[in-house]
């Protein structure tokens, strides 16, 4: 007998309540939970026959649209629940969806085994067909950690550097073709030279190398399904024939393999449902593939298409700035949000000077919002949210926020001194400043790798307990005893004296922040990360550069590391609201009544990486994340944007991001002072584009200063004062006045607003190189400082 007779041996298997369930399912019930959806929702739930695309906007409905439409299946009878696949991309997604089943039903949902994740649902049909694919049914599925052990086993095998040639890059590569649903024999092309020439040589290695494991990681779960389903026709038969109804959650966040997997099982019977929105496909980096969804109606030719265009979530001004926004890309299907509901507050636009003025702009606002002194009313802490581009943005909000006392949680990663790379780094300082702590030595003593393995390490430890004395004196004592040799022994010797030079310069002063980017540049801890070939070496990158930043606002490394010790002893308690920071990338599913975007500047959002490497490609799914970013708010979103920041340790003038200009002018209130661009600020056209801005910015100033009852704050007060003291129709200013630099020669006293009063001592470009009484030496642009005694001609 056939495993998927229609009386088999796995549904005989189902339980009573089961097959009670399955039972009725094939009698009418009552449909009540119709009565709840919208005209859209109804049709896309009762369109039972051919392919069904369910185009679901942001906040409208689709969970429920799409719960419905499977009790809709049960509920008329069309199958059986063991007949229905549907497939997630969270275990947390599909446990919400058995849950809401089970209360239209009115009952537990028991009887859908294929009802879970992608990887959930394959690992189940390879363990029925496991030695169609080499292996057996107990087989392994190997972690992120012990697929890059195997990985650095085959390239040291092979004679390959693994210093210059990392496993983590490797498994990286060979991630990208499962993804593409690419065996080794299948990379052809421009992947052949991927690793240095051995990529597809490695990759066939390490597949046959899995097989006599008995094992396989998350990527063949996907990839040897479709494998067995293309090369073996009747087990794909079988499963065609199974599955009469097939439903498909976030369909514009699949890769090729899941694609392909799920194209297969829908040939059939056709009736296939994918629920996305190819306006929040915002995963590319990791394999995602937007043009699955884009090309549904091809793909499924008579495909019912239907637009879920309600919002249940946003103001009327959000969705209208979420929609223009995302009209700029050319690659969307098309849809246009709206709401029933009127009013609401406009999306809120305001540019700083810099990003520390940024990071106390928002904490101020946050507080605000929370003490109920707003007009949009009172919003708990725990129901607001700072999205950001990069994680290296966190660290500006997370030191104002601990600053002020304002409990914050990081979403979806540490918080930014609990990184791996900032500990690792805040170990090598700590070692500067105080050579007896070490804890700090163990940590970094192979970081980077030093080849000094468990014994090495050990000899030193006993040696140091030996003698009574510190792991580094320990470290001196074993190399003149000769107890470590080779490689080892030179590395330990070269990372001592380094150890002995770092501590010098901090007994004699030297300048702490200079001497921190020697510290990481010497130590080869930057280096080890620039040599990394994962996705997250970059970010790490990035967070050190914030991290040296920060030191600037300290006398010494001494005065930042008990900062840092002391804010890191201050958790609160895990009970108290606390707002939250996360990444725009870590929202996406989410939503809060008010939402704050910061960083809206061209380089970081839209990012210049994103940009550099996937051209109008990345440029376009930039965008999405812009769109996502606006529809996670409800009653109230804020974009914001530093006319200055640093960049790779200098600070240089920013430009609005792009994006803004692409805003309805009529939907968006622009709170940027007048004097940061120009009294008219016009969002980027202030820079001689051509943004929505260029007009009006007068008008809504003038309407602000009548809530001067509400916003009350020392930057509101300086911005009403100018508001009836600048002229109309004022010149723009640019960011960077080059015809400034004329003003100064070396030697002259300026004053700085935020640096106060220093003496110029070089003029590069536009850029001066100050020492400033109290703050030290600073790059500063030259609009921003002026001639001592001119103070009150700045533009603050």
């Known amino acids: 007998?056939?495993?998927?007779?229609?009386?088999?041996?796995?549904?005989?298997?189902?339980?009573?309540?089961?097959?009670?369930?399955?039972?009725?399912?094939?009698?009418?019930?009552?449909?009540a939970y119709l009565d709840g959806l919208n005209s859209a929702q109804r049709e896309a739930v009762e369109a039972m026959d051919g392919p069904v695309l369910m185009l679901a906007g942001a906040g409208t409905g689709k969970t429920k649209a799409l719960t419905c439409r499977i009790a809709h299946i049960l509920t008329t009878g069309r199958s059986r629940p063991d007949q229905i696949l549907a497939v997630t991309f969270t275990n947390k997604a599909a446990r919400e969806m058995?849950?809401?089943?089970?209360?239209?039903?009115?009952?537990?949902?028991?009887?859908?085994?294929?009802?879970?994740?992608?990887?959930?649902?394959?690992?189940?049909?390879?363990?029925?067909?496991?030695?169609?694919?080499?292996?057996?049914?107990?087989?392994?599925?190997?972690?992120t950690d012990d697929q890059v052990r195997l990985l650095k086993q085959l390239i040291v095998a092979e004679g390959i550097d693994e210093k210059r040639w990392p496993a983590r890059q490797l498994a990286g590569i060979i991630d990208a073709w499962k993804n593409r649903a690419l065996t080794p024999d299948r990379v052809t092309g421009g992947d052949t030279s991927a690793f240095n020439n051995r990529g597809s040589e490695l990759y066939a290695a390490y597949q046959e190398r899995l097989r006599t494991l008995n094992a396989v990681d998350f990527g063949d779960l996907l990839l040897h399904m479709v494998t067995i389903f293309q090369a073996h026709p009747d087990v794909l038969a079988q499963?065609?024939?199974?599955?009469?109804?097939?439903?498909?959650?976030?369909?514009?966040?699949?890769n090729v393999a899941q694609y392909l997997w799920l194209r297969l099982l829908a040939q059939a019977h056709k009736n296939v449902c994918c629920v996305g929105d190819d306006d929040q496909s915002i995963y590319g980096w990791r394999g995602a593939e937007v043009g699955n969804i884009l090309r549904f109606e091809k793909d499924f030719p008579g495909a019912v298409v239907v637009r879920l265009e309600q919002n249940y979530r946003s103001t009327e001004h959000i969705l209208a700035a979420a929609t223009r926004l995302i009209a700029g890309n050319e690659g969307r299907l098309g849809k246009e949000l709206w709401t029933a509901e009127h009013g609401g507050e406009m999306v809120r636009l305001i540019g700083h000077w810099d990003g520390e003025e940024e990071a106390r702009w928002i904490g101020d606002e946050v507080e605000a919002l929370a003490a109920g002194v707003r007009p949009v009313g009172r919003i708990p802490l725990d129901q607001q949210a700072i999205l950001v581009r990069a994680s290296h943005q966190m660290r500006a909000f997370?030191?104002?926020?601990?600053?002020?006392?304002?409990?914050?949680?990081?979403?979806?990663?540490?918080?930014?001194?609990?990184?791996?790379?900032?500990?690792?780094?805040?170990?090598?300082?700590?070692?500067?400043?105080?050579?007896?702590?070490?804890?700090?030595?163990?940590?970094?003593?192979?970081?980077?790798?030093?080849?000094?393995?468990?014994?090495?390490?050990?000899?030193?430890?006993r040696k140091a307990r030996e003698l009574g004395m510190n792991l580094i004196?320990?470290?001196?004592?074993?190399?003149?005893?000769?107890?470590?040799?080779?490689?080892?022994a030179g590395q330990l010797r070269s990372f001592i004296?380094?150890?002995?030079?770092?501590?010098?310069?901090?007994?004699?002063?030297?300048?702490?922040?200079?001497?921190?980017?020697?510290?990481?540049?010497?130590?080869?801890?930057?280096?080890?990360?620039?040599?990394?070939?994962?996705?997250?070496?970059?970010?790490?990158?990035?967070?050190?550069?914030?991290?040296?930043?920060?030191?600037?606002?300290?006398?010494?490394?001494?005065?930042?590391?008990?900062?840092?010790?002391?804010?890191?002893?201050?958790?609160?308690?895990?009970?108290?609201?606390?707002?939250?920071?996360?990444?725009?990338?870590?929202?996406?599913?989410?939503?809060?009544?008010?939402?704050?975007?910061?960083?809206?500047?061209?380089?970081?959002?839209?990012?210049?990486?994103?940009?550099?490497?996937?051209?109008?490609?990345?440029?376009?799914?930039?965008?999405?994340?812009g769109y996502v970013g606006i529809t996670r708010a409800e009653k109230l979103?804020?974009?914001?944007?530093?006319?200055?920041?640093?960049?790779?340790?200098?600070?240089?003038?920013?430009?609005?991001?792009?994006?803004?200009?692409?805003?309805?002018?009529?939907?968006?209130?622009?709170?940027?002072?007048?004097?940061?661009?120009?009294?008219?600020?016009?969002?980027?056209?202030?820079?001689?584009?051509?943004?929505?801005?260029?007009?009006?910015?007068?008008?809504?100033?003038?309407?602000?200063?009548?809530?001067?009852?509400?916003?009350?704050?020392?930057?509101?007060?300086?911005?009403q004062t100018r508001t009836t003291s600048t002229p109309r129709n004022q010149p723009k200013a640019k960011v960077i006045d080059l015809e400034a630099v004329s003003k100064f020669t070396v030697g002259d006293r300026v004053f700085h607003q935020k640096f106060g009063y220093g003496l110029i001592e070089a003029i590069e470009a536009d850029k001066l190189a100050v020492m400033f009484e109290h703050a030290g030496a600073k790059h500063v642009v030259a609009s921003f400082v002026k001639v001592a005694g001119e103070e009150d001609d700045l533009p603050f």
């Not at 499963?239 to 699949?254: A, S």
């Not at 609005?656 to 002018?665: A, G, H, N, Q, V």
């Not at 602000?704 to 007060?717: F, T």
Request: with cysteine; aromatic share 10%; proline share 4%.
């Open 1 to 31: 007998m056939s495993d998927f007779d229609d009386e088999s041996a796995f549904g005989a298997a189902l339980s009573l309540s089961q097959r009670a369930m399955a039972q009725t399912a094939m009698s009418p019930r009552g449909t």
């Open 98 to 143: 058995r849950l809401r089943i089970g209360g239209l039903l009115g009952e537990a949902v028991e009887g859908m085994p294929w009802l879970g994740t992608f990887h959930s649902v394959c690992v189940k049909l390879l363990r029925r067909h496991a030695e169609l694919a080499g292996l057996k049914s107990n087989f392994t599925i190997l972690d």
């Open 239 to 254: 499963y065609q024939n199974r599955f009469k109804y097939i439903l498909v959650d976030e369909y514009q966040d699949t």
């Open 398 to 461: 997370e030191d104002r926020f601990l600053t002020i006392g304002l409990p914050y949680r990081v979403v979806g990663g540490p918080r930014f001194y609990e990184r791996l790379e900032i500990r690792d780094a805040m170990a090598y300082f700590r070692l500067a400043v105080s050579p007896d702590d070490d804890l700090a030595f163990e940590r970094v003593v192979n970081t980077p790798k030093r080849g000094l393995g468990d014994k090495a390490q050990q000899a030193i430890q």
């Open 473 to 488: 004196e320990g470290a001196k004592a074993v190399l003149a005893a000769g107890e470590i040799g080779g490689k080892g």
């Open 497 to 625: 004296e380094g150890l002995g030079r770092w501590h010098g310069a901090v007994l004699a002063g030297e300048d702490h922040v200079r001497l921190a980017e020697v510290i990481l540049e010497e130590s080869g801890y930057t280096a080890m990360w620039q040599a990394d070939k994962t996705p997250e070496a970059p970010g790490r990158l990035e967070n050190l550069k914030e991290l040296v930043k920060a030191l600037e606002n300290f006398e010494n490394l001494q005065g930042f590391l008990e900062h840092v010790s002391l804010i890191m002893d201050n958790e609160g308690d895990e009970l108290e609201p606390k707002v939250l920071i996360m990444t725009l990338h870590a929202a996406k599913g989410l939503e809060f009544p008010a939402v704050f975007l910061p960083g809206w500047e061209d380089g970081l959002f839209p990012s210049q990486r994103s940009m550099d490497e996937s051209g109008k490609k990345g440029l376009e799914e930039e965008r999405r994340l």
């Open 637 to 719: 979103c804020t974009i914001s944007f530093a006319g200055n920041r640093r960049v790779y340790g200098q600070w240089q003038s920013q430009l609005p991001s792009r994006f803004i200009d692409e805003l309805p002018e009529q939907h968006v209130d622009v709170m940027t002072p007048p004097g940061l661009y120009g009294g008219n600020f016009g969002a980027a056209g202030a820079f001689g584009g051509h943004g929505n801005f260029g007009s009006g910015g007068e008008s809504q100033i003038e309407s602000r200063a009548a809530k001067a009852d509400v916003y009350n704050s020392p930057g509101w007060k300086r911005l």
